[in-house]
């Protein structure tokens, strides 16, 4: 099964900054990798799919890109709706999918 | 409007069953792609599985052969059953769905409570 190694798991930041989380594939998945927010309580929430396509309605400082095996989410002004935890998430048709450990980004 | 609400959680014992469900509304389960989710507490996300609409179905190595996922087109619910039960089963069950095979889970429930202890 493909395993996603997410890093870092902890990120502390301020508003406005501009932060990046990254995730590393064991095998190919072509672009099927998916972002979510999710804050204690909550479901998780999409924000990005196909490794770069942002969901409808998802504000535009939210983007996602990708190189090979590694993909990155990158928030590029901090706003304080978005400390939460994020997930990667693999979504390979036809094959088991799976998840990110996680980043939990708080404020400094 | 699209909506899921788990059902069927509770205590079991290690060892026992139980069958947790999830009731649709605004959309037809079998035509859609359902998944599992869980999370134990204060823990990350954990795949589970998930149902194709062509009946399809694909699980994690830490449930394989003790969890099955299953539908019923009738009353337009999805289940999962779970045999064999760990304690490290105990966890947050989620059920959510994707409208296609390349798109992934975008509506989830609100999760139902496993948790297994003596």
């Known amino acids: 099964d493909i395993q996603m190694t997410q890093s870092p798991s902890t990120l502390s930041a301020s508003v406005g900054d501009r932060v990046t989380i990254t995730c590393r594939a064991s095998?190919?998945?072509?672009?099927?990798l998916a972002w979510y927010q999710q804050i204690p309580g909550k479901a998780p929430k999409l924000l990005i799919y196909k490794a770069s396509t942002l969901k409808d309605g998802v504000p535009s400082r939210f983007s996602g890109s990708e190189s090979g095996t590694e993909f990155t989410l990158t928030i590029s002004s901090l706003q304080r709706d978005d400390f939460a935890t994020y997930y990667c998430h693999q979504y390979t048709p036809y094959s088991p999918y799976s998840f990110g450990q996680g980043t939990k980004l708080e404020i400094k | 409007e699209v909506q899921l609400v788990e059902s069927g959680g509770g205590l079991v014992q290690p060892g026992g069953s139980l069958r947790l469900s999830c009731a649709a509304s605004?959309?037809?389960?079998?035509?859609?792609?359902m998944s599992w989710v869980r999370q134990a507490p204060g823990k990350g996300l954990e795949w589970v599985s998930v149902i194709y609409s062509a009946g399809s179905t694909y699980y994690a190595d830490s449930v394989k052969g003790r969890f099955t996922v299953s539908r019923h087109n009738s009353n337009n619910t999805l289940y999962l059953q779970m045999n064999s039960l760990r304690t490290d089963d105990t966890a947050l069950y989620y059920c959510a769905t994707s409208r296609s095979l390349t798109y992934p889970p975008d509506y989830w429930g609100q999760g139902i409570l496993v948790t297994v202890s003596s």
């Open positions: 095998q190919s998945i072509s672009s099927w």
């Open positions: 605004g959309f037809t389960v079998s035509s859609n792609y």
